[in-house]
């Protein structure tokens, strides 16, 4: 019996995916639960898991395709039909080159045996096809040959030989240009790479782009005094990690921070829904966290009833999930208004982008020692610049300031977050 591998439901407003990668291959026995393929979303990656016992017995999406919720993306065969897939299945083919190989093989002017997709790899780096080893069945000269040939460093200088020896055409008397137009060229195609965008990338650069074109969004800035959470931390940092297992950062006092303003100012905790408000009386908090593929906002769920600890260790546990590629959709799903700190990669100040549909962000960055004035006095205290970049259709500048003087007011008087947050 057949048993086709679908895209499952895929989350909230999510409908394609990528094939990252095949954990089985073609004629391998898969048990109940054992994972197939990794699929990526705009939110997150996620397994698809064998529902039955069988053998794989076809791949239909291989890694680097999109795909459809519902789409067939292999299948699984049950009982003796599974026994005979196993022992009549080959390897999957390469991705790129399965339908190729069925249709047509070239020859290289020297001869060689080269794949279409090789000869196009190395046209567009320039690369001499006759340098190259065949590692390919009879020798054929496969596209991760030449993607070696052409990492290993070997294709820059080839390049630049036959073009050296080209004679130019000048007058009599004329003197040789000291560097040919195409030997430029060249050398440019070969320093260039050309890398498709991870689904995250591109959903980032999309999003990205929604923002600007559906939101008027403004950025409004100020400088809060670092000194008093400092100090705060350095007395309690050893009692409160031997207790609660987890360091005391900033994101937790901010976190508080960013809800006691919320509290009085709740346009800012809210979206729009064509010419309706929706004012959002709980606080799920996206923290922005940097990752290798992109940037990632899992959210902290009802955060205004968290402890500092809960905070700390639920933003630790991001992180790592972060890492290792495993936060799951629920980790970053839904939100109601996010932090974001540049100030981790050492940035002074910016304007963060909104993340919609909801219309505030706090923006983070660098503590810096800097001289202020305070009582009248000349003094070098830590100051950090924030930022929120908010929604000008239903947040006016006035409360986008005052929201900004709040945070402002509850970090430099952390005690008041126990009362506020």
Known sequence: MTIEIKVPELGESVVDATVVRWFKSVGDHIKVGEALVELETEKANFEVAAERQGVLASIVKVDGEDVLVGEVLGALEEGAAAEKAADTAQPAPEPEEVKIEITEITEDTDGEKVTPVARRIAEEHGVDLSRVTGTGHGGRVTKEDVENYVASGEAREAPAEEVSNVQPIRKEGAALPVEQAPSLAVARDVREERIKMSRRRRTIARRMLEAKQTTAMLTTFNEID???????????????????????GLNSFFVKAAIGALKEFPQINAEIDGDDMIIKHYYDIGIAIGAAEGLVVPVLRNADSMTFASIEKHIKDYAQKTEDNALSLEDIMGGTFTITNGGVFGSLMSTPILNPPQVGILGLHKIEERPVVVNGDLEVRPMMYVALSYDHRIVDGREAVQYLVRVKQLIEDPESLLLEG
């Not at 000194?227 to 005391?248: D, S």
């Open 226 to 248: 670092m000194g008093a959470v400092m100090e705060l931390r350095r007395r309690r940092k050893e009692t409160f990690k031997e207790k609660y297992g987890v360091g005391l």
